[in-house]
């Protein structure tokens, strides 16, 4: 199939690769870039030869976050009547094969929450995590509330959801976030070596210790993933959220007006 903003290819007829290819945009999400992820996802996982399927980015960025260029005029009618990221976003969580992200620069805001989406995270050595949302008068809102403190507790958790900090690959590793850290030129090779790995084991044992591993955090991630996405939803009604994506799209300091 012809993707505009995503590129697929395969490696040994048994992983598929799909790489987010907005690279001026530093591969920000936007609604279209997450149709055709969600249809290269089904695809790679529907073909039988496909054991294991990896997303990755470029060097500068896996991707830096949902496009604030199209959501910056969202009204709250729009991102709550529309269901904004549920039904695209959430495409990857019914994907039974393994999802690995190889992550090389920025992973922010909506691209943190995607990696966090695949089952496991191999970093760069100049891989950057963070949910700077709080800066554009939002929240997290692809499940980031909830999959950042599973993976790295609370305190870290909230000091980067409040703060809007990013961390580096040694952090994020030390706290859990990523399963390791490879040198950026090994990223992918390494990264292919696992997909390869896993792709020869059995493809029942290999779905069933997904299945099992996620079922050790998702009894209430679905109540809390909602909440978070009603709360996500909300703040599209306030004049904060306005400010802070015209802020951003005319590259000037956003001042907030709590309300
Ligand atoms: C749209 C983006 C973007 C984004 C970067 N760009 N991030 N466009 N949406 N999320 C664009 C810039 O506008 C710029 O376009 C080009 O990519 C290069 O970015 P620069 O800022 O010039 O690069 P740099 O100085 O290296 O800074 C990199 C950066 C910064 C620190 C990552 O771009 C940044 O802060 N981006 C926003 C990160 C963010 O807030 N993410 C969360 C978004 S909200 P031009 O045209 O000027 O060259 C979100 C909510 C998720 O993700 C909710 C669930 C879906």
Redo the contacts with the bound molecule.
């Keep these: 199939m012809a993707y505009e903003f995503i590129t697929t290819r395969t490696e040994g007829e048994k992983v598929g690769i799909i790489t987010l290819n907005r690279p ?3 591969n ?2 936007s609604p279209q870039l997450m149709v055709e992820l969600g249809q290269a996802l089904k695809a790679f996982d529907a073909d039988a030869a496909i054991g294991c399927i990896v997303i990755t980015g470029n060097e500068k ?1 896996f991707a ?6 199209a ?1 910056a005029t969202y009204t709250f009618a729009d991102v709550y009547g529309d269901d904004y ?1 549920t039904r695209d ?1 959430e495409t990857i969580r019914s994907i039974r094969k393994p999802v690995i992200a190889a992550v090389s620069g ?1 992973a ?4 943190c ?1 995607l990696a966090m989406m695949c089952d496991f995270i191999i970093a760069a050595d100049n891989a950057k995590f963070g949910q ?2 709080i ?2 008068g ?1 929240i ?3 499940g980031g509330t909830q999959r950042l403190p599973r993976a790295v507790g609370k305190a870290k958790a909230m000091d980067l959801a409040l703060t809007g900090r990013m961390m580096d690959a040694t952090e994020a590793e030390r706290a859990g976030l990523v399963s390791r850290i490879v040198p950026l030129d090994k990223l992918m090779e390494e990264t292919l070596a696992a997909a390869l790995m896993i792709s020869g084991y059995g493809r029942m044992a290999v779905m069933a210790a997904k299945e099992s591993v996620n079922k050790a955090f998702e009894g209430t991630l679905a109540d809390g993933v909602m909440f978070e996405r009603r709360l ?1 939803h909300a703040l599209f009604a306030t004049a904060d959220q306005k400010e802070g994506m015209d802020a ?1 799209v005319n590259k000037r300091a956003a001042v907030f007006k709590n309300q």
């Design positions: 001026k945009q530093l920000a999400l960025a830096a976050g949902a496009d604030i260029g959501m990221i976003w920025f922010l805001g909506g691209g929450e700077p949302e800066k554009l939002i997290p809102g692809a996500f951003f």
